[in-house]
């Protein structure tokens, strides 16, 4: 069930996203050759809780951090780890939710760790451009799957591709909510969007091809072709005119 949220709702959804960008930023000033991605993960997890927030994703479903960090190939739930230290060249998706009032935030980010090839830099630009190609369909009255085909049209007109098995989702009391929001196109238009809805919208792109792999940890997904993948990602409310993104300082 897709449910409306309230206005005094949306106002938590807001700080709860607010407070994620600030984490977002935070952590964002660490990365560089020779951190370790579990050093990361400290900041990222000590951030939310001076907040008074709670990190989301620590034990969901028995994930055992609180920031998803993903390297290169590590399309996303990469697991952080002191032994896993970034080297210039490397790009890294940094993935992170935290908990405000009862209300979620969601959100990723994928960097360059010092100086990044060309590819490397387009990949991660044309992902988040994809995330926002995807949501100038994010208004009332569109269909939902609007937004996938969108996103999916922009990637594959750069020769990336979106990753199929993985999809955005609604957000709210809980991090997972309906309704699920893949990141290509549909046979159906989907669902009609209304205001007050609240969805994290999540492009997750390869430069090779789309299927991927789980590695034996059971978290980590790789892309299956060995190919570098990036993820980028916003928590937003449908409103009336146009969609608020809630996880993003605004500039
Ligand atoms: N941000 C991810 C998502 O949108 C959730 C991470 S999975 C977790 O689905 F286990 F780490 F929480
Ligand atoms: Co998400």
Redesign the pocket.
């Known amino acids: 069930m897709v449910t409306i949220k309230s206005k005094s709702e949306i106002a938590k959804m807001r700080e709860a996203g607010r407070l994620l960008a600030l984490v977002h930023e935070e952590m964002a000033k660490h990365i560089k050759p020779g951190i370790s991605t579990m050093e990361l993960n400290d900041i990222g997890d000590k951030m939310i809780r001076s907040f008074g927030c709670i990190p ?2 620590l034990n ?2 028995g ?1 055992p951090a609180s920031i ?1 960090i993903s390297v290169n190939d590590r399309v ?2 990469g697991i952080p780890s002191r032994e896993e230290i970034l080297k210039e060249g490397d790009i890294v998706s940094l ?1 992170a ?1 935290l908990i405000y009032q009862g209300y979620h935030s ?1 959100a ?1 980010r994928t960097y360059g760790v010092g100086k990044i090839s060309k590819e490397a830099e387009d990949l991660i630009r044309v992902t988040k451009e994809s995330f926002f190609e995807g949501i100038k369909y994010a208004k009332a009255g569109n269909h939902l799957h609007d937004i996938s085909a969108a996103i999916e049209d922009y990637v594959v007109a750069h020769g990336y591709s979106c990753v199929r098995d993985l999809v ?2 609604g957000i709210g009391t809980a ?2 909510e309906d309704p699920s929001i893949p990141n290509y196109r549909q046979k159906r238009r989907g669902i009609r969007l209304q205001p007050g809805m609240t969805l ?1 919208i ?1 492009p997750m792109v390869n430069m090779g091809d789309w299927p991927i792999c789980i590695l034996d940890d059971e978290w980590t997904i790789v892309t299956e072709d060995g190919s570098l993948a990036a993820h980028y ?1 916003n928590t937003i409310v449908i409103t009336e005119g146009e969609p608020e993104i809630l996880s993003m300082i605004k500039e």
Do not use: I, P, Q, R
Request: glycine residues 10%.
């Open positions: 989301s994703f969901y479903n994930y998803c996303v739930h993935d939710g969601d990723a955005g989702h991090m997972h994290a999540e990602e």
